[in-house]
């Protein structure tokens, strides 16, 4: 079985801290994403990466980075934490042959 | 305009009836048709895809795709009260980045 996971399930920041949340994969896919998820707003992407050192923004990248030194980890960094930036987290895979994209259990964010 | 548009609901059944799901789309060049069923404080997991326009069905669940009306569909016959979650369509241009609907979120009553 495919496995995402996230390094914490919930998280409680101070606004303007420096924020990382860490994605592993175990299945060696090229693909990796950074979704958030709010209510009514469904997934928005914030950036995505096809490869190593490789990095595209999404939908919503403003806020964040994101760093990929190894293919099974990816890490999404809130330079400078806002309540805005509350939010429920997602982490995804995706092997490049096929359509499905395998998540993580979600990182709930607060930012106080 | 949203790329994908979905109605959040949420939708309440009781067991046993149909439910009927469905996204609009805009971009005509999506090829990959998903469906995700997240359950509360869980990630998403997919349920079925489909590839360009047509029926899919498995067990309980069909989904369908048109294409000329950039609309897909999912239905759940002989509903369960473990169906209850939030139900995601997802769409893709090949490998690229998936956009998703809203969600809509679906309570089967027992």
């Known amino acids: 079985d495919v496995k995402v996971t996230q390094s914490s399930r919930y998280l409680v920041k101070r606004t303007g801290e420096k924020v990382f949340l860490e994605c592993v994969q175990d299945?060696?896919?090229?693909?990796m994403f950074w979704y958030r998820q709010d209510p009514g707003l469904g997934l928005r992407l914030i950036y995505f990466?096809?490869?190593?050192?490789?990095?595209e923004k999404g939908d919503i990248p403003e806020g964040y980075s994101v760093s990929r030194e190894k293919k099974e980890r990816f890490s999404l960094i809130l330079e400078s934490a806002s309540t805005n930036q509350t939010s429920m987290y997602l982490c995804?895979?995706?092997?490049?042959?096929?359509?499905?994209?395998?998540f993580g259990q979600g990182t709930r964010l607060t930012v106080v | 305009q949203k790329e994908v548009e979905q109605d959040p609901g949420p939708l309440s059944v009781p067991e046993g009836a149909i439910v009927s799901l469905n996204c609009t789309y805009s971009?005509?060049?999506?090829?990959?048709f998903m469906w995700y069923r997240q359950y509360s404080r869980k990630g998403p997991e997919l349920l079925m895809y489909?590839?360009?326009?047509g029926n899919k069905e498995d067990g309980r669940f069909t989904a369908q795709v048109d294409k000329s009306s950039k609309y897909i569909s999912l239905f759940i016959r002989d509903s369960q009260p473990s169906d209850s979650a939030t139900y995601l369509c997802?769409?893709?241009?090949?490998?690229?980045?998936?956009?998703f609907g809203a969600g809509t979120t679906v309570t089967v009553r027992a």
């Open positions: 489909t590839y360009s326009s």
């Open positions: 299945m060696d896919h090229e693909n």
């Open positions: 995804a895979s995706r092997d490049p042959q096929g359509p499905e994209a395998f």
């Open positions: 997802a769409m893709s241009v090949g490998d690229y980045k998936l956009s």
């Open positions: 971009n005509s060049a999506f090829q990959y």
């Open positions: 990466s096809y490869d190593v050192k490789m990095k």
